[in-house]
């Protein structure tokens, strides 16, 4: 999977950067795996004020620490690291990607308490934020130049539980010069359809950005 993110020719990227998988070390994923628990816990902890005063300052320290390290786009793993859930980056959700290929992308996980919208469901806007990034992958594993995303549809059919383990597939639907249209299914293990999303992606233009 590494060889098909990096070796795109120039006319097929727009403006876009050469795109490399990271090789982060073991304990980026560790690292990674123990701020998504502190967003479950940034977002449902009920403590008195002297322990937020405590985590605040702990949180403080943990800026000082990684501040120097800052990075322009492309260089941090987060993103890239494509073996870890969401590819490493804390805005995805904490998916794993189980098949990527031209026939389609499928990817596997639940939604935590941090995605909590109302009544435990899942907020409706991290949905378009999954299909969103499958789409992006089904794109490329398509082997289809890089192209943004210029509109993208949810159907919300059943409401979507935290914590239930979900399946979301999609794949190429069709073709048409620049554009890629796109569709795909998010639903239980049993099948149970809960959203279904369609896009269409534009391949961009040389230097486009
Ligand atoms: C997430 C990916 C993760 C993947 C990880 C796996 C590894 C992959 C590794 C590396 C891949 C990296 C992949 C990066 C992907 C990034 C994706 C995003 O960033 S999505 C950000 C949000 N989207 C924007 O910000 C677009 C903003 N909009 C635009 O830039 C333009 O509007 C754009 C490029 C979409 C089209 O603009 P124009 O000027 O180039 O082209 P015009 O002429 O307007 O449209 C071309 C055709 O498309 C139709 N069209 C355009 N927009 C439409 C719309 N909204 N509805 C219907 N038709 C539309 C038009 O009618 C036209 O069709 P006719 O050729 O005439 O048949």
């Known amino acids: 999977m590494s060889e098909q993110l990096s070796d795109e020719a120039d006319e097929h990227r727009g403006g876009f950067p050469v795109w490399t998988a990271s090789t982060a070390g073991p304990d980026f994923g560790r690292f990674v795996e ?11 902890a009920d403590a008195p004020d002297d322990v937020f005063a405590l985590a605040a300052d702990q949180a403080e320290k943990l800026n000082e620490l990684l501040a120097p390290y800052k990075a322009a786009e492309g ?14 980056s804390l805005l995805m959700l904490p998916w794993r990607i189980e098949k990527f290929d031209a026939e389609g992308v499928r990817s ?3 939604f935590r ?3 909590l919208g109302g009544n ?3 907020h409706g806007g991290v949905l378009p934020l999954l299909f969103d990034d499958l789409f992006g992958m089904i794109v490329h594993a398509a082997g289809r130049p890089i192209s943004r995303t210029a509109y ?3 159907n919300y059919r059943k409401v979507t539980p935290l914590e239930v383990p979900l399946v979301i597939e999609g ?12 569709k795909a299914r998010l639903t239980d293990e049993s099948g149970t ?3 279904d999303g369609d896009a269409l992606m534009v391949q961009l233009l040389p230097g486009q950005p």
Request: glycine share 12%.
């Open 193 to 195: 359809l809960l959203a």
């Open 152 to 154: 993208l549809h949810v």
């Open 75 to 88: 260089k941090a793993p987060a993103g890239r690291a494509i073996e870890l859930p969401g590819r490493g």
């Open 34 to 44: 123990a701020m998504r628990t502190l967003q479950d816990l940034a977002v449902s």
């Open 113 to 115: 308490r941090y995605h």
């Open 120 to 122: 435990g469901a899942a």
């Open 171 to 182: 794949a190429v639907d069709h073709v048409e010069g620049r554009k890629t249209f796109i």
């Open 108 to 110: 596997r996980g639940v």
